[in-house]
Every structure is written in C-alpha cells, then in structure tokens.
C-alpha cells in the first residue's frame, strides 16, 4: 500500500470512529474535543484530526470554538424536535416513492431488515439493555430499508445524516418505548408488503412524534 492510500486509509478509519462514537453518544455532547487525547485514541495526525473534526462540524455533530478548538455538539429539547422534523419531511417524501418502485429484492431487504430489529426489540423489553447500541443499528437499517428504493442517492444520504442525528439524540437520552414502538413497526413493515404509502407515512409520523413527545417527557434533554 503506497504512504498516500495508507494515509487516507487511517483518515477515514478515525472519521468513521469518532463519528459512530458522537452518534452512539460515547462521546458526550459539549465534551471538549482536544487534539492531543483524540490522537492517541483513534490513531491519527493532529492535522488529520482538525480535517476530520472540520468534516464533522459540517455535518453538525462538532463545534467549531474558533482558537479554543472543538466540542461535541450540545442536545437540546427544540434542537430535537428539529432533527425529527427534518426527518420526517425527507422519510414522508420518500416512502411513497419507494413503495412505488420497490420489487421482490426490496421486499425481502425489508422483511430481513425488520426480522432483525425485532428479534432486538423482543430482547430490550425482556431487560437486555446492553444491546442498545445494536438495537439502534437494526432500526436505523429498517427505515433506511423501507425508503432504499426511491430512487434518489441524494435523498437517501441527505436521510442517512438526519437520521443519525436523530439516533444520537436517543442514545443520548436512553429512549426506548417497547412494544408500542415494536407494534408501529411492525405495522411499518405490514404497509411495505400491501404497499400503503398513505398509512405508512401516517404510522411514521406517530412513530416520530410519540418518541420525542416520550423524550422531553423524560426531561432527559434538559
């Protein structure tokens, strides 16, 4: 491997650690991000670091503090409902589309993914709370199964990084509603099958706003 690729191997290794560690929420929000630390945990240049720390700030899960460096982005209650506005906007746009153009291969990633996702869900509400994080990871595959096939690449990375900040906000908070949100997606699934696009957006929007309505309740935001 030539120095240029190893270079931009290890650059990209660290982006994608430090990212999943903000949006996991193993990076608190507000933590100071200091150079020094996040060179001997990932790996990487402080020049790499200050790219990689850039690219995040763009992304909106790092601050930008001018001279002082940077922090993980704060939470907030309005800064959620934001995020799960904005989510819901592009996975309302997006589902009908999907719905419309997905064949047998679509349906078979979607009952797969959902197979997944449920088989964890069933686990948390027996009390195994460390599968949290993978949890999340099968229910982010979900939705993003259920809008694959709208046929807009742009749309779906534009979702893919809401949904992300979505994600950290309920790492962050420890959100889990059990079965009520185990039900709508099961009825998720069931609206992919009969291709429902009017339900589905309907359950989603219920799903959406039930789970931060549940969030701010808890006050974990504050």
Same mark, same amino acid.
């Not at 763009?58 to 940077?70: H, Y």
């Not at 893919?160 to 420890?174: H, I, K, S, W």
């Given at each position: 491997?030539?120095?240029? /690729?190893?270079?931009?191997?290890?650059?990209?290794r660290?982006?994608?650690?430090? =990212?999943?560690?903000?949006?996991?929420? =193993? /990076?608190?929000?507000?933590?100071?991000?200091?150079?020094?630390?996040?060179?001997?945990?990932?790996?990487a240049?402080?020049?790499?670091?200050?790219?990689?720390?850039?690219?995040?700030s763009?992304?909106?899960?790092?601050?930008?503090?001018?001279?002082?460096?940077?922090r993980?982005?704060?939470?907030?209650?309005?800064?959620?409902?934001?995020?799960?506005?904005?989510?819901?906007?592009? *996975?309302?746009?997006?589902?009908?589309?999907?719905?419309?153009? %997905?064949?047998?291969?679509?349906?078979?990633?979607?009952?797969?993914?959902?197979h997944?996702?449920?088989?964890?869900?069933?686990?948390?509400?027996?009390?195994?709370?460390? %599968?949290?994080?993978?949890?999340?990871?099968?229910?982010?595959?979900?939705?993003?199964?259920?809008?694959?096939?709208?046929?807009?690449?742009?749309?779906?990375?534009?979702y893919?990084?809401?949904?992300?900040?979505? /994600?950290?906000?309920?790492?962050?908070?420890?959100v889990?509603?059990?079965?009520?949100?185990?039900?709508?997606? =099961?009825?998720?699934?069931?609206?992919?099958?009969?291709?429902?696009?009017?339900?589905?957006c309907?359950?989603?929007?219920?799903?959406v706003?039930?789970c931060?309505?549940?969030?701010? *309740?808890?006050?974990?935001?504050?």
């Open positions: 491997m030539s120095i240029e /690729l190893l270079a931009t191997s290890i650059a990209d660290a982006y994608d650690r430090i =990212r999943a560690d903000i949006v996991f929420g =193993r /990076l608190v929000p507000g933590l100071r991000l200091r150079l020094d630390r996040l060179a001997e945990d990932y790996g240049s402080v020049s790499t670091l200050r790219e990689i720390l850039s690219r995040l763009s992304e909106g899960l790092v601050v930008a503090e001018g001279q002082r460096g940077f993980v982005a704060p939470v907030s209650p309005a800064g959620f409902e934001d995020v799960a506005a904005m989510r819901l906007l592009l *996975e309302t746009y997006a589902l009908p589309l999907s719905f419309a153009a %997905g064949d047998l291969e679509w349906e078979s990633r979607v009952v797969a993914a959902h997944k996702l449920a088989f964890m869900e069933r686990r948390m509400m027996a009390g195994d709370q460390e %599968g949290m994080e993978l949890w999340k990871r099968y229910d982010r595959e979900f939705h993003q199964a259920l809008i694959e096939a709208c046929g807009s690449q742009t749309l779906l990375d534009l893919g990084g809401v949904f992300d900040q979505y /994600l950290r906000y309920q790492m962050v908070a420890v889990f509603r059990g079965q009520i949100a185990a039900e709508e997606h =099961r009825a998720l699934l069931d609206c992919a099958l009969t291709r429902n696009a009017d339900r589905a309907a359950v989603l929007t219920q799903h706003n039930g931060v309505a549940y969030t701010l *309740e808890s006050g974990a935001l504050k």
